[in-house]
């Protein structure tokens, strides 16, 4: 992962762009191919804030509202009881902490299926991998995803905070984890991304269970559908670079499979304005 937010921040934007243009050179891999790096980000909780949350959930009610808080709850309650009935069957013991134990102290590994000891670094890293092996798919080249700690999105006065908006603008995949949704900070940074203008990100939802088969998530979707609008139109027109409420490894592979490409295509050719061609 690239550490952008361990630069000082008194430290000139110029100094600071080049400083990560050098990193990103020196990390890329080594290919004939010309290789494109695609920016990527994951909004995910890390262990400590699942941790406060796990612990004083009330917090949520508190600066997101009680409708966030009762879908919280009840999401949890679910997965809580997905998780031991899991457990039951493979004679284990439940975690203490069911929800912390899905994070780390970095934000990339984050687990996004129970099922699974993937994390999200690990899931695009193997369908880049991929999609490197199929030069033709990616039209002659090779894509390298680079994770940019999502930490620059919630400080607002970051000096990194201009580059980012660039990268938004230009092309990123965005993997953002329904759990985290509910921490405020990341709730209302990523509430920031899906409204910006202009935006070529291509965002995922990422749900920790299997939306046809709890019930609670059709509730959980009105509330995501409230906050991140414009995420949730994008969806409902089709397109391809929107998508919600993933709750199976292969269908986030295969998103990511299908998006990467396209993201490629867009960091290469940005085309046209979308909503002037929407006026027309």
Not at 152 to 172: F, K, N, Q, W
Not at 174 to 187: C, G, H
Not at 192 to 199: G, R
Request: negative net charge; aromatic residues 8%.
């Amino acid at each position: 992962m690239l550490d952008a937010s361990a630069w000082q921040t008194g430290q000139e934007n110029a100094d600071l762009a080049a400083t990560l243009r050098q990193e990103l050179r020196t990390s890329a891999p080594s290919s004939e191919l010309p290789t494109v790096g695609i920016p990527v980000l994951i909004v995910a909780m890390i262990a400590d804030e699942a941790a406060a949350i796990e612990a004083n959930p009330q917090q949520i009610e508190d600066e997101a509202g009680k409708i966030a808080f009762d879908q919280f709850t009840t999401l949890y309650q679910s997965y809580v009881a997905v998780l031991k009935a899991a457990a039951d069957q493979h004679h284990e013991p439940l975690p203490a902490s069911p929800l912390t134990a899905r994070y780390h102290t970095e934000r990339e590994q984050w687990k996004p299926f129970a099922s699974s000891s993937y994390t999200a670094a690990d899931l695009i890293a193997d369908v880049a991998q991929e999609l490197n092996r199929k030069p033709t798919v990616l039209e002659g080249r090779m894509i390298w995803p680079q994770i940019y700690p999502f930490d620059v999105m919630l400080d607002p006065t970051h000096p990194m905070r201009a580059l980012y908006d660039e990268i938004l603008r230009s092309g990123c995949v965005v993997l953002a984890d329904e759990f985290s949704l509910f921490e405020p900070k990341l709730r209302q940074a990523l509430a920031s991304i899906v409204a910006l203008p202009k935006s070529q990100v291509a965002l995922v939802t990422i749900s920790p269970l299997n939306p046809r088969l709890v019930p609670p998530h059709s509730e959980v979707e009105k509330e995501l559908r409230r906050v991140f609008e414009a995420a949730f139109k994008r969806f409902d027109q089709y397109d391809p670079q929107s998508e919600v409420m993933v709750a199976d490894e292969r269908r986030l592979k295969r998103w990511l499979y299908l998006s990467l490409p396209q993201t490629l295509r867009s960091l290469q050719n940005p085309g046209a304005d979308p909503e002037r061609l929407e006026q027309v």
